[in-house]
């Protein structure tokens, strides 16, 4: 091993606490099956919203990186999640957290199931909204891992106050929706609904405080009602049933934190300055 703190733990590979409980109630086959990882934030923005819907769904585990042909058969590049559609006559599945959360969108408002998103009569807002779903993939999901995967100290100051921007910058553009639409802006509003935010950059600020926390010493911002909001987030019911255990985390980013060589995809991009599988 390079590095002597490193001391070489395995990613997981079955959930822990109340995601394993969630992952045995929908281990039964079913119209949907979601090729997912304990880990993997991705996933988890996809599991939320399965569960916030309430849809009937099979929670199947797979290691994505040793990349089993049943995987590579949904999600091309071997990537989770992916969402496969079974009992069609013809195979259909989809890839890319985000896509598979628009179409869960789409498919919840058809049948009426809920929306994360404000209402259609206010595409304002939905716009807004949309504004800081972008503001998450383009910023907050590579500081994180930026910081993460950064090992001399200099590159983990300059990182951790990269990912501090980010989510700065998330917070004004959670209280521009705030001021200038009536709708939902999500649980940034005590009071207010789980929205395509929330469950967009959720996964990754609840990684912040553990695994940022434990390899980087890093501290969430004070600001109250920023921590009202991790706290509303991450006691979310249908957040919190797609949770695993601490431990699962810190074990499974041990990886990151040291940069192993050949981690995954994300750490590989994150190294080469290139934009995130
Ligand atoms: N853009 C993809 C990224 C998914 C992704 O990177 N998933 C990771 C697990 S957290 C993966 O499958 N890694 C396999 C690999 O690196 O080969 C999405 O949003 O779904």
Redesign the pocket.
């Known amino acids: 091993m390079s590095n002597k703190n490193d001391t070489g733990k395995a990613y997981h590979l079955k959930c822990t606490g109340d995601a394993l409980r969630t992952a045995d109630a929908h281990s039964a086959p079913s119209d949907w099956t979601l090729f997912g ?1 304990c ?5 988890q ?2 599991w939320v919203a399965l569960e916030y819907f309430g849809m009937d769904y099979h929670y199947y585990e797979v290691d ?2 040793k ?1 089993p042909p049943e995987l590579l058969e949904v ?1 091309p ?5 992916a969402l496969k559609f079974n009992n069609l006559e013809t195979p259909r599945s989809l ?6 959360l628009e179409y869960l969108e789409d498919v919840a408002t058809v049948q009426k199931k809920g929306s994360l998103l404000p209402p259609i009569s206010d595409p304002y807002a939905r716009a807004l909204m949309r504004l800081q779903a972008d503001h998450i993939n383009r910023n907050l999901v590579p500081a994180f891992y930026r910081y993460l995967q950064a090992q001399e100290p200099e590159k983990q100051i300059e990182g951790g106050r990269e990912f501090i921007s980010a989510i700065e910058g998330l917070v004004k553009l959670f209280e521009r929706a705030a001021a200038e639409t009536n709708t939902d802006v999500g649980l940034w509003k005590e009071g207010g609904k789980l929205s395509l935010a929330d469950v967009m950059a959720g996964p990754w600020l609840f990684r912040a405080t553990h695994v940022l926390v434990h390899y980087r010493g890093f501290t969430l911002p004070e600001d109250a009602k920023f921590r009202a909001y991790i706290d509303r987030l991450v006691s979310h019911p249908a957040f919190k049933s797609t949770c695993s255990t601490e431990e699962l985390y810190l074990e499974s980013y041990e990886r990151y934190a040291y940069n192993r060589p050949n ?6 991009a994150i190294n080469s300055g290139r934009g ?2």
């Open positions: 990882s880990f993997c934030p991705f996933v923005r996809v994505p990186y990349k999600s590049k071997g990537l989770v999640p890839n890319e957290s985000i896509v598979i981690t995954s995809q994300v750490a590989n995130l599988p």
